[in-house]
Structure formats: C-alpha cells, structure tokens
C-alpha cells in the first residue's frame, strides 16, 4: 500500500496519502473551514442532480470525530469509503438534496477494509456500507456498476468541498474527468484520474456522466493523482447487503476471514467479490487510538501536509 509496507518506492511517489486527522474542536456542528490552500472540486458545481448524494459524520464515543461523503444507494443504505466507517462506532447522514432528510445508526459494514493507517491499502476495496436506523426515502436510488471502465472513460466526482470550504449542507460535482485501471501502478481494486477531491470527499460518489450509475467511491490522492475504489468487483455482495436490510436476507456479522476461501479478485468470475457467500463483510469496531482514522487520504477535515508528495 501507500507505506513502508509496499517496496516499491514508485508508488509512494505517485501515489502517498494526504494524512488524516481525526481529532477536532467541533465548537459547532461541523466546522467550515479547512486549509486556506485547499481547492474546490475544480470545475465543481452543486450536486443537485444527484438527489442521492450524502453528508456524513463520523462519531466515537458520542462525539463527532471527522467528515466524509457518501450516497444513498436504498432506503437504509449508504455507499461510502472503508475508511470512513473502520475505527468509527457511530454515523448521522444527512441527504441535504433530499429534503435535508438526517439520519443515524451504530451499524457499518465493510467487505474487507480493516487498515488503520493514513494510506490507501492497494490490497483491499475501500468500500463500506453505511446501515442506517430511519430509512431515507427518495423517488430513485442509483445503480451499481457490474462492470469496469476502459482506460479513457469520464466520470464524476461528488463532495462536500466548495472553494477551500467543507460543506455541512451541499455537495458538489466535478467536471467529467478521465479515468483509467490503477491496476498496473498497483492498485487492482481501484481506478486513477487527476486528483480534484480533498479532504471531506472521502466516500463520496463516482458516476457516468448523465447517469445515476455508480462506478466507485472517492477514496484517496495525493501529488496530482487520486484514487478512486471501483464498486463493480463487489455488486454482488452490495446488493446482497441490500436485500438483507430490506428484509429479505440476514444482515452480515463479524467475519471475513482473508485466510479462508479464494483471495479477493482471484475468485470464480461467477463470485466476482471473492467468494462472497464464505466471505461476510467485516464489521465496523470501536475505534482505536483516539484521533487515528483509517487509511483516509482525503477524509478527514484538516490541512494537507506542509509538503505534498512529489508528481511523477
């Protein structure tokens, strides 16, 4: 991954992760403000196209501890990034292009995203489900990819950075940009486009162009690259958790043992999650350290670094 972990010193290059900082003062709700050398999702305009676009707040303890994006994909589920649920123990989704509507929950789950530190894991999806306690209703709700892109595909990026300024009441699109596979810089889950997200869009949807169809969530950047974690490799296991909270299935339980089962995206192609049926999802914990979020590139509401890692 983005760390000492990973030998290839390329990558760390291309790719190291902005840190993330967990720890705030919250003297109100969710503050304003983050550096003063941020940039605005550029291009970026509200997303109020995107009804099912989310504002999330990540709590420990009963306190709000940072921010992300997310999208509401059924009534009681949110699609957000791994890192925005792993070391959180509780969540309050606001949907402000849906009435404002607001709801919380204790329950998260997420396939395989278990990392605590502060860069993107090439070795596992930085996806997580977001289960919330009041359903959220919409006329629609998007639809999942169950496909990759080819190289040179556009899509768009929606979060809640405006000018430098983290939203607590919209969301905002980018202009299409072009994508391409992660895979041969080694990240096999992922896409990777010219970074236009910052801290907040963590989570946060990636759509075709004029459609309501997702086809991964914002989940890291750094040196003019971001990227993006594909969410066709888990359709199955997404709508398997769907249909679990709409009543139709058993919600997943603590598990996802790597040791057990085919590795992820070495799986039957009929299995496209990786043995999805053997493989439940993992579910979110009490967080560790005080102040320690996931491996959040962009996640949380702080300054980036004083020097941002160096371009290819």
Same mark, same amino acid.
Request: aromatic share 4%; no cysteine.
């Given at each position: 991954m983005l760390s000492s972990r990973r030998s290839c010193a390329v990558l760390f290059v291309l790719f190291a992760a902005l840190p993330a900082c967990a720890v705030q003062p919250f003297d109100s709700d969710e503050p304003e403000r983050i550096g003063d050398d941020?940039? #605005?999702?550029?291009?970026? /305009?509200?997303? #109020?196209?995107?009804?099912? /676009?989310?504002l999330l707040t990540m709590t420990v303890g009963g306190k709000p501890r940072s921010l992300c994006s997310g999208s509401l994909i059924a009534p009681s589920v949110v699609l957000t990034a791994g890192h925005c649920v792993h070391g959180f123990d509780s969540w309050t989704v606001t949907a402000p292009f849906a009435g404002s509507q607001r709801s919380f929950t204790k329950n998260a789950t997420t396939f395989d995203w278990s990392s605590g530190s502060d860069s993107v894991?090439?070795?596992?999806?930085?996806?997580?489900?977001?289960?919330?306690d009041t359903p959220i209703t919409l006329a629609s709700y998007p639809t999942i990819a169950t496909t990759g892109l080819a190289d040179g595909a556009r899509v768009v990026n929606v979060g809640r950075i405006n000018n430098g300024t983290l939203s607590s009441s919209a969301l905002y699109a980018s202009k299409p940009l072009k994508v391409s596979s992660a895979a041969d810089a080694g990240y096999q889950f992922d896409y990777m486009a010219s970074e236009v997200i910052e801290h907040g869009d963590s989570g946060g949807p990636v759509f075709i162009p004029g459609t309501h169809t997702l086809v991964a969530v914002n989940s890291g950047g750094g040196g003019g690259t971001e990227i993006l974690a594909r969410v066709d490799l888990l359709h199955d296991w997404i709508l398997k958790q769907i249909a679990a909270e709409s009543g139709?299935?058993?919600r997943s339980q603590e598990g996802n043992d790597p040791g057990n089962g085919p590795a992820l995206g070495e799986s039957d192609p009929a299995d496209p999650v990786g043995a999805a049926d053997q493989a439940a999802a993992t579910r979110a914990g009490p967080a560790g350290a005080a102040g320690r979020v996931s491996p959040a590139t962009i996640a949380a509401d702080c300054p980036p670094p004083a020097s941002a890692p160096a371009t290819r």
């Open positions: 941020s940039q #605005t999702i550029k291009g970026g /305009s509200l997303a #109020t196209d995107y009804p099912e /676009s989310v894991d090439p070795d596992a999806h930085d996806v997580a489900l977001v289960l919330l139709s299935g058993t």
